[in-house]
């Protein structure tokens, strides 16, 4: 901390009364508990560049001097004021993983996504020492970093060590909280573990965040002694004092769109081709899937969040599951989107994290207080969580996580923490099936690990099956092998000085696997649709999709029909034809929008929704996990058993079942396949061995 040399009282008091009067004025009146008083950092640069320079170099100084100097400000009511002065908009944010011995205890602004928040509490900052022998009082000023300064000796008995008593009501305490942040995925080139960076905050900063949050935090740097089993060490561990802390309002503030890329964003919007381009961009190194593909493009654009007058928020966000058979690029996929995606999140279901895919509240490593720790739907707040192995997932996220589907936020209750985290992202799930193959006659809820009502929460669901297939199977591998030849050329020429491979053969060989818009551009385009274009649907457009949700209910009306569609189908049409508009960057929903999004959905639900046995569609299948055809036998079964129990005395053979059964033309298999069913829901149990009753 170098001495002051332009800072001190006199200026700051120059530089408020020109600058802040009105403010101080205000602050001088306020009832506030915590006042602060904010300065914007480039008012200091105009007042005084040296001023500012020796605010970032020795901040602890010279902030003493500006908040001793709020009592010197003339004001028309005489009041001594006791404030912090919070400095915001500090220039040159400092990512993380660059900070440096230099930058200790400067002034510095730090950005990131709020990882874990401790309660807020007490601490004490003046501690009041009562001497028992004399009853003197001393006051020791406590100077953070954790530990409890305590007098040893009292000037009563400079020989004799003292015995002190605290005293609560004499001592200063602030509200003081603690918080982890972590650098923003949009930072981290492949495969990078995010870093993290501890921050104290008191007073009005106290209880300020939210994890999940993204925030510019600007404080002094610190360091701190590392001690181990044999005492202090060499080494030193950092964290930050926080002075002020800005909240990142806008969701694609970190993706930046300069005047040349926003020329390139609209020249590219007004390609007849755009749509196409868009959905070849989208992992060109993984062969086919145009479906899903054509699915995440429209996620990626997202439809419009909409807040009703009643205050009800209605998702925009569009959810996409891919379920399928182990080898098949749905990892790979997912990988893709993640670097895609602004705000995207990698998150495998069985993933070890404490805080788990949701949120979580955790034991501190540090000082056993109990923290919120945001997972990756929190952290992907206004992005894409991409979860892997989603069907491995823990309970208890299996149970956050309709919550967080639907209402895009998460509560946690535990441990005295109670707190609701927004979550408002798109989730790209991926899942295997239970057997390891996916069997194309059994229905989606039944083979995978999850509940039906959490299926029914995707917009979109696509089974992927790997059957051997000629043509198929040999696109896939020529194009696999292009790609790896085209890597093999590359890593040549790269690494062997006298490669005989030329810059243009690369080239070449890469076009295969290059997609037509670059991802760092497609990430901006993204990002700007999103910022600007909220497309508004047309009357024909509007006809159309309640065309299309009448026809498909239709379908299902009288008595034995199954349900085709319901309503939560519908609120997905509209999401998907908004995003298609996204894409062009359109104002309008037009009906090739809603024809588009007819399209990619009667694809998923004709692959996910069919009743196996009448061929139908049937979204209780999805949705209930049983077609109605199944739902009919299961009735008549239960209602055959209740009819032989009378004449079998409560104890029914399986073979009696099954002769009455066949007579009604169900076959010995699925007598045994639904009587097993029923015994495992509870509905009828086994009196002896090879016997049903109803339960
Ligand atoms: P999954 O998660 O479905 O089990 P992975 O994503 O781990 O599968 O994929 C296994 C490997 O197979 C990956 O290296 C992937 O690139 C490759 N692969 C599978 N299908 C394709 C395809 N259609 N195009 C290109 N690569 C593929
Ligand atoms: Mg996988």
Redesign the pocket.
């Known amino acids: 901390m170098g001495a002051s040399v332009i800072s001190n009282t006199t200026k700051w008091k120059e530089f408020l009364t020109r600058y802040y009067k009105n403010q101080i004025g205000q602050l001088a009146v306020s009832e506030a508990k915590n006042k602060a008083l904010v300065i914007e950092f480039p008012h200091i640069n105009r007042f005084d560049v040296r001023l500012a320079e020796e605010l970032m170099a020795s901040p602890d100084a010279v902030l003493a001097h500006a908040e001793e100097a709020l009592s010197y400000v003339d004001l028309p009511v005489k009041k001594e004021i006791a404030a912090r002065v919070r400095v915001v908009r500090v220039p040159q944010k400092t990512q993380i993983r660059d900070l440096r011995s230099a930058d200790v205890n400067r002034l510095i602004a730090v950005e990131g996504t709020v990882r874990k928040i401790t309660d807020v509490r007490p601490r004490i900052i003046e501690a009041a020492f009562e001497c028992a022998r004399c009853k003197n009082v001393t006051i020791i000023p406590q100077e953070g970093a954790g530990k409890f300064i305590e007098p040893t000796y009292c000037s009563c008995n400079e020989e004799k060590k003292g015995v002190f008593r605290l005293l609560y009501k004499e001592s200063r305490f602030e509200d003081y909280q603690r918080i982890k942040i972590q650098e923003s995925p949009d930072e981290l080139k492949g495969g990078e573990q995010p870093q993290t960076l501890d921050i104290n905050v008191s007073d009005d900063l106290a209880g300020l965040v939210t994890p999940g949050e993204h925030i510019t935090v600007n404080g002094v740097l610190r360091s701190a002694q590392k001690v181990n089993r044999d005492g202090k060490t060499a080494y030193f561990d950092i964290y930050m004092d926080g002075n002020a802390i800005e909240l990142e309002e806008q969701e694609y503030d970190e993706v930046e769109i300069t005047p040349e890329d926003e020329e390139e964003i609209l020249r590219l919007a007004k390609d007849p081709h755009v749509y196409d381009k868009i959905v070849g961009s989208i992992a060109p190194?993984?062969?086919?899937?145009e479906e899903v593909k054509e699915a995440i493009a429209h996620q990626l654009f997202s439809g419009v969040v909409k807040t009703l007058p009643d205050g009800t928020r209605i998702r925009g966000d569009i959810h996409v599951l891919l379920v399928?058979?182990?080898?098949?690029?749905?990892?790979?996929?997912l990988r893709y989107v993640v670097k895609l995606a602004p705000r995207g999140v990698y998150a495998s279901g069985k993933s070890a994290s404490s805080a788990g895919l949701t949120a979580a509240a955790v034991k501190d490593e540090f000082d056993g207080q109990w923290t919120l720790e945001a997972g990756a739907l929190v952290l992907a707040d206004k992005g894409v969580a991409a979860i892997?192995e989603m069907d491995k997932m823990k309970n208890e996220d299996r149970s956050s996580l309709h919550e967080g589907m639907e209402s895009q936020t998460i509560s946690v209750a535990k441990a005295g923490i109670l707190a609701t985290l927004k979550c408002r992202c798109a989730i790209l799930g991926?899942a295997?099936p239970k057997l390891g193959r996916f069997d194309e006659f059994g229905s989606v809820s039944e083979q995978i690990n999850m509940p039906p009502s959490l299926i029914s929460r995707f917009d979109l669901i696509f089974i992927?099956v790997d059957r051997p297939e000629e043509r198929k199977d040999a696109n896939?591998a020529g194009?696999?092998l292009k790609?790896h030849y085209a890597g093999e050329l590359n890593e040549h020429r790269k690494n062997i000085t006298t490669s005989h491979v030329s810059e243009d053969s690369v080239k070449k060989a890469m076009m295969v696997i290059q997609p037509e818009i670059e991802p760092k551009m497609l990430r901006k385009y993204v990002a700007y649709a999103k910022r600007k274009v909220f497309p508004i649907m047309s009357q024909e457009a509007r006809d159309r999709i309640i065309g299309f949700y009448l026809n498909m209910r239709k379908q299902s009306e009288g008595e034995n029909a199954s349900i085709a569609i319901t309503a939560r189908q519908l609120e997905g049409l509209v999401r998907i034809s908004e995003a298609s508009a996204r894409m062009r960057l359109s104002d309008r929903v037009e009906p090739e929008d809603v024809d588009r999004t007819i399209r990619i959905v009667t694809t998923s639900l004709r692959q996910v929704g069919i009743d196996k046995e009448t061929g139908k569609l049937d979204i209780d299948v999805l949705t209930v996990g049983v077609a109605k055809s199944q739902r009919e036998r299961i009735k008549s079964l239960k209602h055959i058993i209740e009819e032989l129990a009378r004449e079998h005395d409560g104890a029914v053979p399986v073979e009696a079942v099954i002769d009455r059964a066949a007579e009604a033309g169900m076959t010995k298999d699925k007598v045994e396949k639904e009587l097993k069913k029923l015994k495992e829901i509870g509905e009828i149990y086994e009196p002896k061995a090879g016997h049903v009753n109803l339960s």
Request: aromatic residues 8%.
């Open positions: 190194s993984i062969y086919g899937y399928g058979d182990p080898g098949i690029a749905k990892s790979q996929i892997d991926a295997n992927l896939i194009h696999i790609s």
